[in-house]
């Protein structure tokens, strides 16, 4: 069983940050990539972020230049450094993992953690 534990989220006020953590543990065998996807009442699973177990990152426009992704491949973790936070921002956060194995990949994915930004 792989589990996906996330921390960090909370209240901020507008103008603030947060760092989201999450840590993978179980049976993973290469995580390929590490991401956070968010999810706001009534609209779709957004990407947020990426990253690739060699470091290369992707980030949804929306949050270029304030947030930042980051990971440490030997802890199995993935970080996400939220700055200068909008209302906007306000979204259930969730961790994702891509892993694999010899027989293919597979995506877990956290249990969410809520960001709520107020004006």
């Known amino acids: 069983q792989v589990q996906l534990v996330e921390s960090g989220g909370g209240l901020v006020q507008a103008g603030g940050s947060l760092r989201l953590s999450c840590a993978a543990s179980g049976s993973i065998f290469s995580i390929n990539a590490m991401g956070w996807y968010r999810q706001a009442p009534g609209k779709q699973r957004d990407l947020v972020a990426t990253?690739?177990?060699?470091?290369?990152?992707n980030y949804a426009d929306s949050v270029k230049g304030r947030f930042t992704i980051s990971r440490d491949n030997a802890k199995k973790t993935v970080y996400l450094q939220m700055n200068t936070l909008k209302p906007e921002d306000t979204a259930v956060y969730y961790c994702n993992v891509v892993d694999s194995d010899p027989n293919g990949r597979y995506n877990y994915w956290g249990q969410g953690t809520q960001v709520t930004v107020s004006s």
């Open positions: 990253i690739t177990s060699g470091g290369s990152t």
